[in-house]
């Protein structure tokens, strides 16, 4: 029997099991790998995550691990330069960006929480969800079944969660409109303490650029899903660097690039569910919700959803009154963020003469006041939203 029951021992589950260890509880992790892999994902955390990570003590651990605080991030709009950002110098509670390798990280978190307190069981293979009072989880490890309890059990098993499926959450999609592509590059000679990217209106594709650190680099390819096929596997890495120079890439950043791990590609359209909490089961990050990995909300966001679980369920003795408040605070945010992931996609990615006339319109304006624009990647959930926002955005007003 335990108090909590958490289904992947990323960031958000080992995060989640630490902090709550520490608060006394009884925390068990079911992780399915027996070893972190090289996957394509996210390793950069925007500016609004730092803060977050510092709440749940875990930003001086990284960073004194495998964490790389970035201060700066170039942006060029096809060949023209339209952001050279300090983070630190223009953020309220002046956070840099931050970049990590991911399965150092994983590892990381979760040998803190068991550190912490919490117990951890690797190759854990679920096989049965049984959402109650007390929720029950059947789990297959070493060729042996147990029959395990808990008060509530936690889905942080990612955007293919088993824990969503087994608990009947009814999931919302955005219709496919585009695909992402990511591998791990090294002889990229990309400075570790900037961000690079190009979006380019012209073809609706994006390119992005940053250290994960030991002289690696994360590249990533944003496209119209009709646009290519499938970047699949390491013999593809040429069109890759074609497509990400013809997106306006700096040639020189691509000339030497050797692939070091996988490459992949998968739809990028947001996915969620509407209220990630019911019977003693709740969901967060990817598992509650999927941000559009262009915009790179994610991991930002999955710390956030792990604080405002702890907060509810340490503030709140009910746990299913605090699990419901949880939800609602949960899909409030990422709400708040898929509109602004939309209004900046619609500007600087969408293609056609429509598009053109709301850049025409609207660019000129942010660039006499940036203001204009908000500040999703400083200010994530917390950015102003609202009809009056967003006209100002498009210069309507």
Not at 83 to 101: E, K
């Amino acid at each position: 029997m335990y108090d909590i029951i958490i289904i992947g021992g990323g960031l958000g589950g080992s995060t989640l099991a630490k902090v709550m260890s520490n608060h006394g509880l009884r925390v068990l992790i079911l992780e399915r790998t027996t070893e972190f892999k090289d996957r394509v994902r996210g390793e950069g955390m925007h500016a609004w995550g730092v803060p977050e990570a510092k709440k749940l003590g875990i930003f001086e651990l990284l960073c004194d691990t495998c964490g790389i605080e970035v201060p700066w991030w170039d942006i060029y709009l096809a060949d023209e330069q339209i952001a050279h950002r300090n983070f630190p110098d223009t953020t309220p509670h002046q956070s840099p960006l931050f970049s990590f390798y991911h399965p150092a990280m994983q590892e990381i978190l979760l040998s803190a929480a068991e550190e912490s307190g919490a117990d951890v069981q690797r190759g854990s293979q679920i096989l049965t969800i049984q959402p109650e009072i007390i929720s029950k989880v059947i789990v297959k490890r070493n060729s042996h079944t147990q029959e395990l309890r808990a008060r509530l059990v936690v889905g942080a098993d990612g955007r293919n969660s088993i824990v969503r499926k087994h608990a009947k959450f009814d999931v919302k999609n955005d219709p496919q409109r585009r695909m992402f592509a990511g591998v791990l590059l090294e002889n990229v000679p990309l400075p570790t303490d900037m961000w690079y990217a190009v979006m380019n209106p012209t073809n609706g594709q994006e390119t992005f650029l940053g250290s994960v650190g030991d002289g690696r680099v994360r590249a990533y390819l944003g496209y119209p899903n009709q646009t290519h096929s499938r970047f699949q596997k390491t013999d593809d890495l040429p069109r890759f660097i074609e497509e990400s120079v013809r997106t306006g890439g700096d040639p020189n950043l691509y000339a030497n690039a050797r692939a070091i791990g996988p490459l992949a590609s998968f739809p990028s359209d947001d996915a969620w569910v509407e209220h990630p909490y019911k019977k003693g089961i709740a969901l967060i990050g990817d598992a509650a919700s999927t941000c559009d990995p262009a915009f790179g909300q994610g991991m930002a966001m999955t710390l956030r959803s792990v604080r405002q679980l702890r907060d509810r369920l340490l503030e709140i003795e009910n746990w299913d009154v605090a699990g419901n408040a949880y939800a609602k605070e949960q899909n409030r945010d990422f709400m708040i963020i898929r509109t602004h992931e939309d209004w900046l996609r619609s500007l600087f990615l969408e293609t056609g003469t429509v598009a053109d006339a709301h850049r025409a319109q609207a660019l000129p304006l942010i660039a006499e006041d940036p203001s204009r624009m908000p500040d999703l990647f400083g200010l994530g959930p917390d950015a102003p939203i609202g009809e009056s926002v967003r006209r100002r955005f498009f210069g309507e007003e």
